[in-house]
C-alpha cells in the first residue's frame, strides 16, 4: 500500500505540473494575442517619433524564427516607405502631433527613390509649420538625404558625418580562377553587359567604365541637388572632395567639421536632444527619464491611421526583391505568389485599375513570365494597368515592365539592363591537376553534357550561345510591342546598359516622372473615377498574427527606453562595409557554381536594401534541367 500511495502521489504529481505547462502556455499565447498589435491607445501627441533602426524598404520581409535562433541575431528592422510617408502626411495634418523626430542612431540606409520620398514628406511637415528633428551620432550618404529635410540637425559631439558619393570597388577573380585551374565559359549578348567581367578579366572593361561612369554620376547629382535644395548653405562639395581638408577646417575633429560646413546645426549628447524636445512638446508626466517628452511612436500611429477606404479600389501588387520561382516572400518576388495574388485579385470587380510596384534587380525569366502573364489577365479585362518603378526596375524588374499601359518613373530610378548572359565553370584542369581525368563513349555529341570534369564539346558550347542569343532576341521582342519600337531600336539602347531614370525617359524606356501616387492617380483617372474618391489596395499585404508577434519579440523596435543603444560612430559605419564584402564575396561564388534557372538579373546594378539571394536550386530533371539551370543571366 505504501508504494502504491508513493506512485499515486507521483502521477497526480506529473498531472498537476502538466496542467500548470498547459496554463502558462495558454495564457502566454492569450497575452501574445492581445498584444501582437500596437494599441492605438499609445497614441499620446506630442513628437510623432520615427526611430528607424534598419532600413527602409518597398516590402518587409516576414521574420524568419529559425534563422533567428541558428545565428543568434536579432533580425534587422524594416521600415516600408510608403507606411513612413502616410505617417508623415498624417502628422502634417494632426493637431495631436506637434513635431517630427527622425532617430537615426541605428539606421542602416534605403534606396535613394524612398529616401527621397520620406524627405518630400518631411517637407510637408514642416510647410505645415511644425518642426522636424534629426538625431545621431553619424551621419552618412543615406542618413545625411534624409536629415537634410529637417528643420534642426543635431550630431553628438563623439560622433561626424562622411559625405562618400555612389560608387567603388568590384572584386575580380580571373587569376585566382587561373591559379585555381577553374574554365570560366561566359556567354553573352550585349556591350555592356558586364556583370560576367570578374570571371575573366582583371579589372573593368572600358565599355563598363563608360555605362557606370554615366549611371553613378546621375545618382550623385541628384543626391547632391536634393540635400543643396534642403540646405542650400551646407558646403557639400567641400565635404565630399576634399575630406581632409574638411576636417582640418574643423580642427580635427569630425563633428566641428560637420557643425561648421553646415551638414548639422548643432552638437549635443541624447540628454541635451531630449531636453530641447521637452522645451518644444512638453515633459511626459509618465516617463521616468530625466528629459521624457511626450512622444506617439511610429507603429501605435499607424494603428491608429488604419486601412485606407472609400469609394473604388486600384488594386497595388508589389515586385520587390529578386524575382525566384515559387512562393517565396514578401520582400522576395516569388513568382507563383505574387501570380496566385493576381488571379486571386481578378474576380473583384471594385478593383478599378491596377499598379504594379517595381523595385527588383530581375532574376528567374520563367518567374518574370508568370507574374507579366498574370498581369496581362487584368489587362485582358479593360482596366487601365500601370507601372511605378521605386529604386531599381532592371532586367527582370522591366521585363514584369512590358505589360504596364504607361510605366512611372524617378530621376533615381535604375532601369534597362536589356541584356543576356551566361558563366558556367568546368574543372578538367583542375581535376587533371590532382591526377583526376575523364574518359568514356559518347553516342551523340551531347551524350554526357554538360560535363563539368570532362569539359564541354563544342556543340554545348554552340547551344548556350544560342539559347542566350535567343533569349535576347524574346527580351528585345517584349520590350518593342510594349514600347512601340522596332526590335532594331531597342537593341540600340539595350546591349546590357543600364540607365538612371531621367535617360530612361529620354530614350522611351519610361513614359514620365512620378512615384507611386502619382501613378495610382493616373491609373484612377484613366478609369474613370473622380479625383480622391478612390482608395489602394496592396494585394498580398496583410501581416499575419504570428509574424507580428515575432515582431515585436525578436526586433527591437527602437522604444524609448533602449533607445540609444548600439548606436555608431563614423568609425563604426566604415567598419561595416565588412559585412557588405563578405556578402558579396558569397553572392559572387553563388553566381559562378549555382545553377538557378534561366535568369534576367542585373548584377552590376546598386544592390537594394536587405536584398537576398534567391538560393533556388535547379529541379531533377536530368541534363536537359541541368542544361537550363546553368545557361542563361539575362540582365
Known amino acids: 500500500m505504501r508504494f502504491a500511495g508513493r506512485v499515486w502521489r ?26 501582437a498589435r500596437p494599441s492605438p491607445a499609445e497614441v499620446r501627441g506630442g513628437a510623432l517619433v520615427l ?44 493637431g495631436r502631433i506637434k513635431a517630427v523626430v527622425l532617430d537615426l542612431d541605428r539606421f542602416l540606409g534605403g534606396g535613394q527613390v524612398h529616401l527621397e520620398a520620406v524627405g518630400a514628406a518631411l517637407d510637408r511637415v514642416r510647410a505645415a509649420k511644425k518642426p522636424v528633428l ?96 534642403a540646405r542650400p548653405r551646407a558646403n557639400i562639395a567641400l565635404a565630399a572632395n576634399d575630406p581632409v581638408g574638411w576636417m582640418r577646417a574643423g580642427g580635427g575633429d569630425l563633428a566641428q567639421a560637420a557643425l561648421r560646413s553646415g551638414l548639422v546645426d548643432k552638437l549635443g549628447n541624447r540628454t541635451d536632444f531630449e531636453a530641447r524636445m521637452v522645451a518644444l512638446v512638453g515633459k511626459d508626466a509618465w516617463s521616468e527619464k530625466l528629459n521624457g517628452y511626450t512622444m506617439t511612436e511610429l507603429a501605435p500611429w499607424l494603428e491608429h491611421l488604419g486601412r485606407p477606404e472609400g469609394g473604388p479600389a486600384i488594386g497595388v501588387v508589389t515586385v520587390a526583391g529578386e524575382i525566384v520561382d515559387g512562393d517565396a516572400g514578401p520582400g522576395t518576388a516569388g ?8 488571379d486571386e485579385a481578378l474576380g473583384n470587380e471594385d478593383l478599378k485599375a491596377l499598379v504594379v510596384r517595381v523595385d527588383s534587380p530581375g532574376g528567374s525569366v520563367l518567374a518574370s513570365e508568370e507574374i507579366r502573364r498574370a498581369i496581362l ?24 515592365a512590358t505589360a504596364g499601359d504607361r510605366i512611372f518613373a524617378e530621376p533615381d530610378t535604375v532601369t534597362g539592363s536589356i541584356g543576356i548572359f551566361a558563366v558556367v565553370p568546368t574543372f578538367e584542369r583542375a581535376a587533371a591537376g590532382i591526377g583526376v581525368t575523364a574518359d568514356g563513349i559518347r553516342t551523340t555529341p551531347l551524350a554526357g553534357q554538360p560535363d563539368l570534369i570532362g569539359g564541354f564539346t563544342p556543340e554545348v558550347d554552340q547551344l548556350i550561345q544560342a539559347q542566350i542569343e535567343d533569349g535576347y532576341r524574346d527580351f528585345l521582342a517584349r520590350v518593342a510591342q510594349s514600347r512601340k519600337m ?29 512615384g507611386l501616387d502619382d501613378a495610382l492617380a493616373w491609373a484612377a483617372a484613366k478609369a474613370g473615377v473622380a479625383e480622391g474618391k478612390w482608395h489602394p489596395v496592396y494585394l498580398g499585404a496583410e501581416e499575419n498574427t504570428y509574424d507580428t508577434i515575432l515582431r515585436r519579440w525578436l526586433i527591437d523596435d527602437g522604444s524609448a527606453e533602449r533607445r540609444g543603444e548600439g548606436a555608431r560612430d563614423v568609425t563604426g559605419l566604415m567598419a561595416a562595409r565588412q559585412a557588405a564584402l563578405g556578402e558579396r564575396l558569397v553572392r559572387d561564388l553563388e553566381r559562378l557554381l549555382g545553377g538557378g534557372g534561366m535568369q534576367a538579373y542585373c548584377l552590376e546594378c546598386p544592390a537594394t536594401p536587405r536584398a537576398a539571394p534567391a538560393g533556388a536550386k535547379a529541379g531533377g530533371l536530368g541534363w536537359l534541367a541541368t542544361l537550363a539551370a546553368l545557361i542563361a543571366r539575362l540582365g
Not at 502521477?11 to 498537476?16: E, P, R, T
Not at 489577365?377 to 531599381?392: D, E, F, Q, T, Y
Open 10 to 35: 507521483l502521477l497526480v504529481g506529473i498531472k498537476d505540473g502538466l496542467v500548470l505547462v498547459f496554463m502558462l502556455v495558454f495564457f502566454g499565447a492569450l497575452f501574445a494575442l492581445l498584444t
Open 486 to 514: 522596332s526590335p532594331a531600336a531597342v537593341d540600340r539602347i539595350a546591349q546590357g546598359r543600364v540607365w538612371d531614370g531621367g535617360a530612361a525617359r529620354q530614350i522611351g524606356l519610361v513614359d514620365q516622372y512620378g
Open 377 to 400: 489577365r487584368h489587362k485582358a479585362r479593360k482596366i487601365p494597368v500601370v507601372v511605378s518603378m521605386a529604386n531599381l526596375a532592371a532586367s527582370g524588374g522591366y521585363w514584369i
Open 335 to 342: 513568382g507563383q505568389r505574387i501570380a496566385d495574388l493576381l
Open 134 to 229: 534629426a538625431y545621431a551620432t553619424a551621419y552618412a550618404n543615406d542618413g545625411l538625404l534624409l536629415a537634410a529635410h529637417a528643420s534642426e540637425i543635431w550630431l553628438d559631439p563623439l560622433g561626424g558625418a562622411v559625405v562618400a558619393g555612389p560608387g567603388g570597388t568590384r572584386l575580380y577573380y580571373k587569376a585566382l580562377l587561373d591559379r585555381l585551374k577553374v574554365d570560366a565559359h561566359v556567354y553573352r549578348v550585349g556591350t555592356y553587359k558586364s556583370a560576367v567581367e570578374p570571371f575573366f578579366r582583371d579589372s573593368m572593361s572600358e565599355e563598363s567604365r563608360e555605362n557606370y561612369q554615366a549611371l553613378y554620376g546621375a545618382l550623385w547629382s541628384e543626391w547632391q541637388a536634393d540635400v543643396a535644395k
Open 51 to 94: 526611430a528607424l533602426d534598419g532600413y527602409v524598404v518597398e516590402e518587409r520581409q516576414p521574420v524568419d524564427p529559425i534563422a533567428a535562433l541558428l545565428t543568434g541575431e536579432t533580425p534587422v528592422g524594416e521600415y516600408q516607405a510608403r507606411d513612413l510617408v502616410r505617417a508623415l502626411d498624417a502628422a502634417a495634418t494632426d
